[in-house]
């Protein structure tokens, strides 16, 4: 009976150190943590040091909606928080610990609902977003004056591995909701994704520059947080493009003529209302998960001039890029666009993001399907 005792021990022991093993650590990990850690079916696994804690429970963004969690807590004091699979992509999180929201002191932190917050990678197997071997551009800060908010507007402008040598295009880039514009460099792995695409020769070497997607003056900013602020914000964000930004990047920066406009979310409806009241400008929009704003049931694009672009003697390439397994309402967005386009047979491409929510992974799969599209 001993002998069996002790061979049940050693067993559980093996079976432990061998679950362990199949768990690696997720790249949005601080240098030195082992956690979070995720296993080849998405599950992950989190420890925390919250020993006065009654009560720690995981939450999260879009993906992480149907996520099952089960907290344990040791006599030391650290919480072990197991999960039911996640889907693949960047998923925010963080903690409600006795009902106050508290990120993972393991990770590191991105800008996302409107604060720094823990993220967490669960891998598709794609390497595209990878840093290569390759040549690297870089990205600066940079900032201008605007007399439209009265204020400063800060930028990130990535500049190719050639830059120096020649002229270049122009994309200019917005994020979404919550997020700022260190989002396309940290989460969105812009650099890498352009770096690695300009070695394999499959894309136009171009500037990005990533604008910070509010736009309002001081008396603006009283108004309440809704819809009709953020249609003020977009079309303000038009005025500074146009007026301000374009002519300080074409005098500071090394350009040539060709402009395109692309964003992700609240970005992708400040691309399209900035590329269709101004299709004569930008050769490409793209639109990574689709919103309209400010429209109706029977006036969806009421604060969207789509028909300039039927009317515009230069039609813009137009690029339309959504997650597969998106909230129902991008969806429906997504299709209000794509029907409206073939309804006018405006040509567009559509792109289906297999298996990704509203989150980063969709929209760093749309940067690199729709750079390789422009400029040619």
């Known amino acids: 009976m001993l002998n069996f005792k002790i061979i049940s021990a050693v067993f559980a022991l093996c079976s432990s150190l061998v679950f362990s093993q199949n768990f690696k650590t997720s790249i949005t990990a601080k240098n030195g943590n082992e956690f979070p850690k995720i296993n080849a079916e998405g599950k992950a696994e989190f420890k925390v040091h919250f020993p006065n804690a009654k009560s720690v429970v995981l939450e999260g963004g879009d993906g992480m909606q149907n996520v099952k969690s089960t907290p344990t807590k040791d006599p030391d004091g650290y919480w072990k928080i197991s999960t039911s699979p996640l889907d693949i992509g960047f998923h925010y999180y ?65 500049l190719p591995p050639s830059y120096g040598t020649k002229i270049f295009p122009v994309l ?8 700022d514009i260190t989002g396309w460099e940290k989460q969105g792995y812009i650099n890498n994704i352009l770096d690695n695409l300009f070695a394999e020769k499959k894309a136009k070497e171009m500037i990005v ?4 997607g509010v736009a309002l003056n001081p008396q603006e900013e009283k108004m309440p947080d809704d819809y009709p602020r953020t249609v003020l914000s977009s079309k303000n964000i038009d005025k500074i493009l146009v007026q301000e930004l374009i002519p300080y990047i074409e005098k500071k920066y090394k350009t040539d003529s060709n402009k395109a406009i692309a964003g992700l979310s609240r970005g992708s409806y400040q691309a ?31 604060e969207l001039p789509m028909d300039n672009l039927l009317k515009s003697k230069q039609k813009p390439f137009l690029f339309i890029g959504i997650g597969t397994k998106e ?11 794509i029907d409206y386009l073939q309804q006018n047979r405006y040509p567009y491409v559509q792109y289906k993001s297999a298996g990704t929510y509203h989150e980063w992974l969709t929209w760093r799969r749309c940067l690199y399907e729709f750079v390789q599209k422009i400029f040619k």
């Open 172 to 179: 200019y880039l917005y994020h979404g909701t919550g997020e």
């Open 209 to 212: 520059v990533m604008d910070y």
């Open 327 to 337: 909230d129902k309402r991008f969806l429906d967005y997504n299709s209000i666009i």
């Open 94 to 158: 963080w903690f409600n610990v006795d009902g106050k929201r508290t990120n993972d002191p393991n990770t590191e932190l991105y800008f996302g609902y409107g604060q720094p917050t823990s993220g967490i990678e669960i891998p598709s197997g794609e390497d595209f977003f990878f840093e290569k071997n390759v040549k690297h551009g870089q990205i600066i800060s940079d900032s201008l004056y605007s007399k439209i908010t009265k204020g400063k507007q800060n930028i990130k402008v990535y």
């Open 272 to 302: 399209m209302l900035i590329g269709a009241n101004h299709p004569e400008l930008f050769s490409a929009i793209g639109s990574f998960s689709p919103v309209i704003y400010g429209g109706t049931v029977l006036l969806p694009f009421k």
